[in-house]
């Protein structure tokens, strides 16, 4: 079966597609418009993007113009790493809902728990606040599902002690060579649903030795052995291109890795 027919159910109910597509680095205008409408044609159903990737309104004008239900499309956005006050967090959805021309999100994230530039802040107070506006969005309607990024195990206690709602998903870096178990056991054992970003390592893990080798076994490309593992491992991954073979390649992910070549991928 296509993967693209697959979902994850998140903790809400609300079924998300297997895998989505990124949207980081895709500059706002014809890259990125280009981009989000072949994903689409290549039935990608889950779209990635974010305030702070500044091409909100390409995304959304090409969702528009795909001529596809908005129903059947999933999409992501996130709040900007630096806001971290409740009515700066409702200000800013509300302009990322007028970027995007869209009446909803699927799912809205606060992209990380420091600001970008300044990695490690303690934001313990602005993080509550910030989770306090997603829980509004969310009873609103305006999200179907809430949830943050880049967080740890501290840093989901830290609104979870405060919240009404667990986060429905934690946006994380995996990829082969990137595993952060201590938070995969958090997330399992709270019903959090990890999305791997990065699956790729941004592109630079595909010439890597041991992948390409185990690749050529499974008579698959690194990069689909790379989406795969995500898979295997229970996370959504997100890969990102804007070449349409890519695209297509990346989602051809449609056989098993055994537990014992799991293990030797897990060791890298
Ligand atoms: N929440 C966060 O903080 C966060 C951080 C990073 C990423 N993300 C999300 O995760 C998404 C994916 O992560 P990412 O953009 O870092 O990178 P990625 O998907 O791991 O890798 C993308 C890179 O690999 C290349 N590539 C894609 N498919 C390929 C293939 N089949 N063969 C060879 N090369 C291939 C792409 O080049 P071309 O484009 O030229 O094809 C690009 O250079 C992002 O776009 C974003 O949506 C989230």
Not at 103 to 122: C, F, Q, R, T
Not at 143 to 155: E, L, Q, T, Y
Not at 197 to 208: D, H, Q
Request: one cysteine or more; glycine letters at 6%.
């Amino acid at each position: 079966m296509s993967v693209f027919k697959e979902n994850f159910v998140l903790s809400n109910g609300i079924e998300i597609p297997k895998i989505g597509f990124g949207t980081w680095q895709i500059p706002n205008g014809e890259d990125a418009y280009q981009a989000v409408r072949l994903a689409l044609k290549h039935q990608y159903r889950h779209i990635d993007t974010a305030a702070s990737y500044q091409n909100e309104q390409s995304v959304g004008q090409a969702i528009k113009d795909s001529g596809i239900a908005r129903e059947e499309i999933f999409v992501t956005t996130k709040l900007a790493s630096h806001i971290k006050t409740y009515q700066d967090a409702l200000d800013a959805f509300d302009q990322t809902l007028k970027d995007l021309g869209l009446s909803y999100v699927d799912l809205y994230l606060i992209h990380a728990p420091w600001p970008w530039n300044d990695i490690g802040k303690d934001c313990k107070q602005g993080n509550i606040e910030a989770w306090k506006a997603l829980e509004v969005i969310y009873q609103s309607g305006r999200a179907k599902a809430i949830g943050v990024s880049n967080f740890s195990p501290s840093d989901l206690e830290n609104v979870m002690n405060h919240a009404k709602i667990v986060p429905h998903v934690n946006q994380i870096a995996m990829f082969i060579g990137r595993d952060q178990k201590e938070t995969e056991a958090f997330c399992k054992k709270h019903k959090i649903l990890i999305e791997a970003y990065s699956p790729l390592g941004t592109g630079r893990i595909l010439s890597e030795n041991r992948i390409v080798e185990m690749a050529k076994k499974y008579q698959v490309t690194p990069a689909q052995l790379c989406i795969r593992y995500c898979l295997e491992k229970h996370a959504l991954p997100l890969p990102k291109s804007t070449h349409e073979s890519r695209m297509i390649e990346n989602s051809h992910v449609d056989f098993r890795i055994s537990a014992d070549d799991m293990k030797i991928l897990e060791s890298i």
